[in-house]
Structure formats: structure tokens, C-alpha cells
């Protein structure tokens, strides 16, 4: 099997990467692979569609494996739900080859473009959090391929240590090539979603918490320009299914053509880009039919947005906080970022039900905040008091987000790493699997 | 294709070329056979055909090389068949020129997979398609038959030999209807070229097999693939002998 030379970034775009390809298109080819980097003592790491913001998905110096064309749909039972497909196959093909028959994946990050094996080893969550967990919940067993070039079939009562450590990976326990795994049923093909206003973090928060799993899907969008009485109001959005099918094609992704300025999004734009999306929904709410993809994948319609933060990428910072803590502790790091000056139009906030399945999974009970950073000066301070925050009110930061963290900080948002690391030693005794983002952590 | 029910069989179905085209023919509805080595791989193409296009698929074990096991392989062949019988052949190897120049079991190899391979089962073919009305015989051939290169032609060779022959089979089962296509593809976005230096303008996998089946519904007799190929192809036949030894392309 052969190598390629490429250069990449992932999501956030802020370190190009050189690597060693590889593109295995069956089990046989992966074996292979990792045979040669075993033998050659090259870190390897298997990636899908680079759709993580920070390093998760780069591997620096090291070989990678391009996982797009290990896509096929292994097993589905139309009775039951359950589904067998390989880690390249996307969210889109999923919502495209089983919504007609009433099925949808159980769990799905904000896009679509993401790969099956990105979900399983960052242990993705979605908007339906509070109800059905995150995608590790619904997984019945992993198949991957060992340091050693073997195949393993890992489920909870096989190699239950093996399973745990793989959901939410992070790609360093070995390659998957094939995962189980139960969807969920969807009665219709739209929501019927309900807008409200959110005047203030305080109130934001409350209304999260006490409509926590009385909708199907929630998610809110936070107005990051907003200050004092105002900070932290944002649009609420909670949906259930609609009750009848709607008419719905998607459509091609448009482009962000590159003569776009690295500008486009500072804080004037954001301001005003703010107030308007605030202004759009009136003062005693909107209810709105969406179809579901629509609603899930807000931000598919343009293929590459992340181009209108410039040459330079962007961060993104993700945090979760229990719920106790959550409204000081969220107030602060809006605090943190006026005093910084720095603002995007991407902020997410959502509630989480429980801790997830994995060593390192990300999910707890508690409040969960996402925030885009324009790349400055400025940002990667803003960043590293945010993580303090985080790290004294007893939140985590999600790896499949982060560039910065350092091991400290990481090992105490993740007590579980020990566990993580000694499955890792045994299973893997040759450090094979690694990547930018395990090296940087120590893990 | 007619609105007659098609059974293609696939020689080469883990590739991702035979499996892109087995993909392309299933959404039209057809029967597939996939025929090819790796029988754990071919199972798992044939589930992903069958949930995607909802068409029936089976695997048949096929070596190229074991040309005893061709008599029963057609047997199989038949017996799932319905309807008119559709071949598309995607099977080679190409082991590296430095090798072949001194090892003469790769030469073997190479001659015994890309030409003898394919004479002896279209040779138990012809049957088949004296009796029924129609259908296609499509094999991926390469342009390197177009001229001996310094760089590749053990490979090359076995190539031209493989036209030369499709060209007579051609006019051979010309009076049964039987539709003879040979596809000489440049550069394509396979395994067997990832990682090659020099690649220019490689098409996907999907776009070739979208291409072929055009082509095929046209009836063409020799395609190239992508079409500039052709232009490229005609320049490097046209270059006199005397000139042509003492370039190293
Ligand atoms: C617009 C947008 C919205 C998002 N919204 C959410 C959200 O709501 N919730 C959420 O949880 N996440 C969200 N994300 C993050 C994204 O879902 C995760 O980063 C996901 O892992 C990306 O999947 P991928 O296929 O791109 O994987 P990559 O980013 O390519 O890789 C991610 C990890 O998976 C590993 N991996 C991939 N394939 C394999 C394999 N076959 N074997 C072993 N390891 C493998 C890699 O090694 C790496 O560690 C969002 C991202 C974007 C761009």
C-alpha cells in the first residue's frame, strides 16, 4: 500500500499539517497500513472528514489514514433500527438513505459532513442531548484493527475496557472499520420549532434547565455583543416532530468564494449580524415547520463558512459546567471575552443529561457552551482564562474543539484519563496510534 | 441499457473503479454479480448495494490466474443470471517496470492476470452471448497499450495484446448484438495510483463510472477516459521511433 504526501487543516484552520497519507478502501488495505507504520515506528492516526476545530484529526510529522472510501452500509434492519456501516459513511448519506423509511441516526453533531468514525471516537453529542444521550450510547459493538493488525470486535460485555476507551478515543486505541449501532426513529421528515427570545443569561439558563428533556431537540444561540442587563441573550430554539411530512430537497452546499476578506467577521459585523438575528424573532416567540436536516445542520448550507474568518482560522472553544455552577461561571466567560474585546456570532448554548459511555467522554449534567474566536492577538489569552474558569467551577472542555489545553488542566477536567491511558498502554503497547492532540496533552 | 432486465457481472469488484460502476448500474436496477478475491470485502460491498439500490447482489470467488476454476465459476455465473448478461472487467496488476526487467515470475503474473486472465473467461463467455440478444462486454484496458514505454511495458504490452484481442472479439460477436467496449483510462483517483508521482487532472471513481455507463449506452466500440486522453495519446503514438527510444517517459 502506498503513501501520499498532503497538507491539510483541520476545521478551525489555524495550523496546516503535512502528513503521510493513506487511503485504505477495505479492512485487508487498513491492515496493511498499519502494519508498515508499526514496522516503519511512525505514529498513525485514522481520520474522517477533518470536521474537528482543533488538532484532534491532524497528526503532525506522522502518517494518517484517509477513511472516505471505507463508506459502506453493512447491515440494516428496517424493523428495528439497528444499523452496521463502516466509519467513512456520513451523517448526510445516513438522513438521505433511511429518513424516507423513517429512520434518522440517533445522536448528530451540528453537521452533516461528519463521519461515523469522527461521532464514535469524540463521543459526539447533539440537540437532543437530554433525551437520548450522546452517539457512544447507542453503540451495540466497534470493529477495529489493533496495533498489531488485528481485527477486534468490541462491544460492552467483549473487551468492555477496550469499547469504553474507544468511544470518545480520539482515534488512539486503533482504526475502525466497521461500527453497531441503533438509530432512532423519526415519525416525519420536519419539526415544528418553537423561537424565543432569552432576555438575559439568568433567565436563559433557567428556562434550559426547567424545559430540560420536554422537547425532542433544544438548542440556543447566545447575542455574544450583548451587555450588562442584556448579557447573554440569545434566541431559544425547542422542537418536537411535526405531526405531517414537508416538502424538502437539499440542496448543494453553495461556496464561500476565496476573495472573501479575512475580515468579514469582526466585531462590526457581528454586532450588526447580532442584532438583526436577535430583531428576527418577535417578542412573543415564533413557532416555525423545519425540515429536520435543516434544523439539525443550520450551517451545512455553505460548504467552507469557515473561510469567512480568513487566512488566519479561527478557534472554537466548547465547555461544559454543571448545572450549579453554570450561570457564574458562563456569566464570567462572557465577561472575559467583552473585557478582550472579541466577539463572533457563533455561540451555542444547550443542556446535557448525563455523563457519557466513554473514558473521555465529554457529556456531564450540567449547561454546555460553544464560542467561535476570530484568530487575534488576543484570542489564545481569552482561550486560557476561559479553561481556568472552566477548570474551578468543575467543568470540562471538549477535546473535539480544542487546540490549547494543557495537560493539567486537561488531566483535572478528566479524571478518568488514568483509566483511558492504561487500557491504551495494553492494547496498544507500541504507541502506534497518536496524534497532535495526544501528544500535546500526554495522553 | 434497454428496459430489459440486466444481470452485470463484476471481474475486479473490490476495486473502487468496479465497485463505483456496480454502484452505477445497481441504481438502474441490475442484478449483481461480484466476482473477485477478497470474499470478506466483496460481502460487504454487496450488503452496502443491496440496503442502497435494493437490488439482489452475490459474491463469487475468482482468481484470475486459476484458470481451471473457470468452467465452474461460469457455472455460477449462470445460475444466478436473469435476464441478459453484462460484463465488466476491471482486474490488473502492475507490479514496478525495475522489478519485471529481471523477475520473471512478475512477468508471469502480469501476463497470466491482465491478458490470460480475461481470454479464458470470455473464451467460456461466448456461449452465453452467441445465445442471448444484446448486452455488453466492457473491460478497463489501459492507454500504456498504446506504446511501449521504457517505464512500463511488461504492463503495457500486456495491455496492447488485450485490445488487439477485444478489437477481434468485437467483430467476432459483432452479428449477435453482443457490444464489445474497450476503456483505455488515463489517470484515475485509485489505489493503485494514490501515491504515484506526476498524476495530473485523476478522475474519481464515480465520475468514471458515470462516464462508462454513458458510453455504454451509446454503443462506442474504444473509449478514452478522461476524452483528452486521447489527444495525449495520439500525440505519443505519433512520435517516430528513433525519437521515441531515447526518451525515458
Ligand atoms: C459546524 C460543526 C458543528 C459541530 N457540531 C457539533 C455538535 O453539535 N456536537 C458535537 O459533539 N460535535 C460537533 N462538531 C464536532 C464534530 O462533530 C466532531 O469533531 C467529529 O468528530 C467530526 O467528525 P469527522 O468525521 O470530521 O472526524 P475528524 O475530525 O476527521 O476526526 C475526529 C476524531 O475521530 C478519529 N477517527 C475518525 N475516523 C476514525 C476511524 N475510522 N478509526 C479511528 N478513529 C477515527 C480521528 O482520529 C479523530 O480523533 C461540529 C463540527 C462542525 C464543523
Redesign the interface.
Known sequence: ????NIAYTSWGATTETEVQA??P?????VINYVEQSAKLETHLLAIGACKSYGDACLNEDANVLLME?MN?????DPRSGEITC?PGVTFNELFE?FLDKNWMPPVTPGTGYATIGGAVTNDVHGKNHDRDGSFGDHIKWIELVNSKGEIMRVSARKHNDLFRATIAGLGLTGVITAVNFQMKEAPTNAVLVRYKRMNNIKDYIDRLIKARGQYEFSVGWIDMTAKGKNLGRGILEEANFADTNIEYKRLEPKKIPKIIPGFAINRLTTKIFNNRYYHRIPEKGLDKFVPLQKFLYPLDNWKNWNRLYGKKGFYQMQCVLPDKTAELSITRILGACHTAKISSPLAVIKTMGSEGAGRLSFPMKGVTLALDFPNTSRTLNVIRNIHEIVATHGGRIYLAKDNVLDTATFRKMYPNYRDFMNTKDSYDIINLFSSSLSRRIEL | MSKMQDTWLILGASSSIGRSFASEVAKKGARILLAGRDKDDLERTAHDIEIRYGVPVRVILFDAQDFEKHDLFIQVVEEFMVGRLNVFACFAVMPPQDQMNHDFEAIQQTVNVNYLGIVSLYTKLTPIFEQQDGGSIVTLSSVAGDRGRKKNFIYGSTKAALNTYLSGLRARLHEFGTHVMTIKPGFMDTAMSWGHPGMFLVASPEEAATAFVKAIKKGKDVMYFPFFWWGIMTIIKSIPERIFKKMSI
Open positions: 500500500m502506498k503513501w501520499k493513506g487511503r478502501e477495505r479492512v485487508r488495505d472510501r459502506r452500509i453493512l447491515d440494516f463502516e438513505l
